[in-house]
């Protein structure tokens, strides 16, 4: 069966909802507005979390967990889309099984002189840059580009005053996206989406598909939005795919930073170094209750304790050229240094 992650929203009777078209689109312009105006859209920092695992041919091939630093450069960042940057404090990391390894095949014919990659780049910041290109794409930002329909009443949630909400892009041309979002109908704002249809840059597939779902969950904090939880499942040659986060409450701050910093820590989500785990006594997933179909297919010489442990204390992903020669990509020490020394200047905020 397919693995799922517990940001999924309920869906119950809650007895039909009668909207005229004039109604409804207007209360989602109204929404649209609303999030434009409670939207964080300044720079801040927060805790949180995240989870990347995936099967290959209905065996788990990699599982990863994590603790990170949220930074939101705010949207005037150097990059319009990649105002969001994570900051990982803890991986743990599972080593990696051939099947997985063998799905990478549009790095290797895209960069032939590599023979080898030991990994594919996290999939924690595409699922970030996904998100951002709903904001800016979306109905949130262009309720007239979509049409909108009072979502079944199997879909419809049990919690009161709240309404689902089907949208569908209007036109065929340009980024599409397709799904429903659960409306607080008492002040007229966005609880949570559910995306049927998203497109999605897949870090091991080296290319956009545009078959993923996503789930996200909007917080509220002293009245502005942020995001709360995000979720991407893909589902490709054989391969179940799902990478997810959680962040806490915003803190607001605003520093400088030079062009060269930003991409700095771009280069780090990238390809991170994974900070050094001494010892582990008992591993407690936050995202998986049941762990023991993971042991069973990664286990083998080493338990998950020790595979976290071994492949901390070094790059995320490297590549081996055909004279043997190790590359580490775009980064380098410096790149590591800088991001270790904004991961505690983020510390020191949120203390």
């Given at each position: 069966m397919p693995y799922t992650l517990d940001l999924a929203v309920a869906e119950t009777n809650n007895g039909s909802n009668d909207l005229t078209e004039?109604?409804?689109?207007?209360l989602m312009r109204s929404v649209s507005d609303n999030y434009q105006n409670d939207i964080l859209s300044e720079q801040y920092v927060s805790e949180g979390e995240f989870v990347e695992k995936a099967r290959c041919g209905g065996k788990w091939c990699l599982f990863t967990e994590g603790e990170v630093y949220l930074r939101s450069y705010g949207y005037d960042a150097t990059v319009e889309v990649g105002n969001?940057?994570?900051?990982?404090?803890v991986i743990y990391k599972s080593d990696r099984t051939d099947k997985w390894k063998a799905t990478m095949d549009g790095y290797e014919s895209t960069f032939p002189d590599f023979k080898y990659l030991s990994?594919?780049?996290?999939?924690?910041?595409?699922?970030?840059?996904?998100?951002?290109?709903?904001?800016?794409?979306g109905p949130l930002n262009h309720p007239r580009r979509y049409r909108?329909?009072?979502?079944?009443?199997e879909q419809q949630p049990d919690e009161p005053g709240?309404?689902?909400?089907?949208?569908?892009?209007?036109?065929?041309r340009g980024t599409t996206y397709k799904g429903r979002m659960l409306i607080s109908t008492e002040v007229e704002r966005v609880q949570?989406?559910?995306l049927d249809q998203v497109p999605f840059?897949?870090?091991?597939?080296?290319?956009?598909?545009?078959?993923?779902?996503?789930?996200?969950?909007f917080g509220y904090c002293n009245g502005r939005a942020y995001l709360s939880e995000i979720s991407t499942r893909l589902d490709h040659r054989e391969v179940e795919y799902l990478v997810a986060a959680r962040f806490g409450k915003p803190i607001m701050h605003d520093w400088e930073t030079t062009a060269r910093e930003y991409f700095r820590i771009q280069n780090h989500t990238a390809n991170p170094w994974v900070p050094e785990l001494v010892s582990l006594d008992r591993f407690e997933s936050r995202f998986v209750s049941d762990l023991s179909a993971i042991r069973a297919d990664l286990e083998h010489e080493k338990n998950l304790e020790q595979q976290f442990v071994d492949n901390s204390n070094q790059p995320w992903r490297y590549n081996r050229k055909h004279n043997g020669e190790i590359h580490f990509g775009h980064a380098g020490e410096a790149v590591f240094e800088y991001a270790r020394t904004v991961a505690e200047k983020i510390r020191k905020v949120l203390e």
């Open positions: 004039r109604e409804l689109n207007r969001f940057i994570l900051i990982p404090t990994d594919t780049q996290p999939g924690k910041h595409a699922l970030l840059t996904g998100f951002r290109f709903f904001e800016m794409n909108f329909s009072v979502s079944t009443e709240l309404l689902s909400i089907d949208f569908v892009s209007n036109s065929s949570r989406i559910i840059h897949s870090m091991n597939f080296f290319r956009w598909h545009n078959n993923a779902q996503s789930k996200i969950t």
